[in-house]
């Protein structure tokens, strides 16, 4: 997804959520078993390589979980509760993007940040776009904890215009601000500056092979092959 010039790119292990464990004198048929799965992976817990974003942790953030109410592309809650997930190096690197933004006046805002995979289908579902989404086939950088969705509130927690809102597929979403109102593109500049330079990456345009970004809210955390 999102390319800037010199990005590396990395393997990184898929999470996989932790179930339940069910506790039976007899060995559970293999269709129970299996509906155990399909009942709980959707509200399975993140596995310990992930940490709920907070205030405390993350000084200044405002939470804004769009796929945890109806104001998203689905028309329906995807997650049972507003709460947001991301690696500890990717919460370190949002600490400086936060210092950033407070001296420029503004606070940063997170949409989305680890996903589970129902929720990637259900998303795909909804928007079966390559182009934006990545299909249920393969593996998200959502679902590894390492992507994030931001965007700008001013200095008392108000969302700010920027160029295309959440899950805005179209044209006004991508790193070309000359189709924007000027204080939407001055906005979306100062939250792309703090985020490259606290080492995050965009996400590129696929489908055109090219470095242009096709979102100026979803952003990679560049993590070590060994992570």
């Known amino acids: 997804y999102p390319l800037v010039t010199g990005v590396q790119t990395c393997a990184l292990p898929i999470l996989r959520p932790k179930l339940p464990v069910a506790f039976s004198l007899q060995p ?22 992930l940490v709920e974003v907070t205030p405390d942790n993350l000084p200044g953030v405002v939470l804004d979980l769009r796929y945890a109410s109806t ?23 949002l600490k400086k993007v936060g210092k950033d933004l407070q001296s420029e006046g503004y606070r940063l805002v997170i949409w989305d940040a680890w996903r589970p995979a ?68 001055k906005r979306a500049r100062i939250l792309r500056q703090a985020m490259f330079s606290a080492g995050f990456s965009g996400v590129p345009d ?6 242009r970004l096709n979102s100026s809210h979803e952003w990679i955390s560049r993590m070590p092959s060994s992570a």
């Open 118 to 185: 129902s929720a990637q289908k259900a998303l795909w579902a909804a928007k079966p776009d390559g182009k934006y989404l990545t299909p249920p086939s393969k593996i998200s950088r959502h679902t590894r904890g390492t992507s994030v969705d931001v965007t700008l509130a001013d200095s008392h927690g108000n969302i700010l215009e920027m160029p295309s809102d959440h899950d805005e597929f179209n044209a006004k979403a991508d790193e070309d601000f000359s189709d924007v109102p000027k204080e939407a593109a």
């Open 28 to 49: 559970l048929p293999l269709f129970a078993l299996t509906t155990l799965v399909m009942v709980f992976s959707s509200f399975a817990t993140p596995d310990e390589r």
């Open 71 to 93: 104001n998203n592309i689905a028309g329906k809650a995807l997650y049972p509760e507003a709460k947001a997930y991301l690696r500890k190096e990717t919460i370190q690197r």
């Open 206 to 211: 696929e489908d055109r092979k090219s470095t």
